[in-house]
């Protein structure tokens, strides 16, 4: 399992400099200039610890959280924000729909199946009044690039080391997450598989369940096109 209880209680310290502020922004500059009627619920598929969710309350928007990992969801839920728990495909139907899906933080990729994404996208579809925003790992970036080892400082104490292995026949990345403490002690291990998309594979996919690609952008920026060097991207949808 990832995101375990253990993970789930260093993950808002692992991403204490992630800037919600700026990705919330960006996501009411969207609304602004794409929604076609007021925006004022929220479905955040894969809400995780509730923090893009938390900010978009303080906004005044109506969120409900969906969350797999029930260590994730308990966090959330602790910041004040509804989370239903569990993977969509697995929820019946809500009885009403949202006027924005979105889902951050490159919730998709840890969808590998492409039956299972479209179904996710259908399910989501079914769900949202006008918009769907998600991002998700490039595939032009992951292939040119390539991801390497990345150490990053946590707190005083302990210190996450990200160890990546390709696998381009599957379109993934596994990546190895082991934090430590500073006597060099695992602390913590999980492995997570990231499926990485091609932008013509994204629309196309939409396309399928039911939406129109509208625009793919760089995150967290509306202001040019992207680039194949672009390793996280925004794509921008609407119900057909």
Same mark, same amino acid.
């Given at each position: ?59 005044? *928007?109506? +969120?409900?959280? +969906? ?15 509804? +989370? ?30 492409? !039956? ?8 989501? %579809? ?11 790992? !490039?595939? !032009? ?11 990053? %400082?946590?707190?005083?104490?302990? *210190? ?8 381009? !026949? ?9 934090? *430590? ?13 990231? %499926? ?5 594979? #994204?629309?196309? *996919? ?7 690609? #509208? ?26």
């Amino acid at each position: 399992m990832i995101f375990n209880e253990d993970y789930a209680k260093f993950y808002d310290m692992l991403y204490s400099d992630k800037d919600y502020t700026s990705e919330c922004n960006f996501l009411e500059e969207v609304f602004k200039r794409y929604s076609k009627i007021p925006v004022r619920s929220i479905l955040d598929v894969g809400c995780g610890t509730g923090n893009h969710a938390a900010e978009l309350i303080k906004r005044g *928007y109506d +969120v409900v959280g +969906v969350e797999p990992s029930e260590p994730m969801a308990s966090f959330a839920v602790k910041k004040g924000i509804d +989370v239903v728990l569990g993977k969509v495909l697995d929820l019946p139907n809500f009885n009403n729909k949202f006027d924005a899906v979105i889902s951050m933080f490159t919730v998709i990729g840890y969808i590998h199946d492409t !039956n299972e994404l479209i179904d996710t996208f259908k399910w989501i %579809r079914q769900h949202t009044n006008h918009l769907f925003i998600f991002d998700f790992w !490039n595939g !032009n970036a992951v292939l040119t690039q390539k991801p390497t080892i990345g150490k990053k %400082r946590i707190s005083d104490e302990y *210190y996450r080391v990200k160890y990546p292995k390709l696998i381009t !026949n599957d379109h993934v990345v596994r990546v190895k997450q082991t934090i *430590y403490d500073n006597s060099d002690n695992i602390i913590v291990e999980e492995e997570h598989v990231v %499926r990485y998309y091609f932008p013509r594979e #994204i629309e196309h *996919y939409l396309n399928d369940a039911g939406f129109r690609l #509208i625009g793919l952008f760089p995150c967290w920026r509306l202001d040019r096109d992207i680039r194949d060097t672009d390793w996280d991207i925004v794509a921008v949808a609407e119900v057909i």
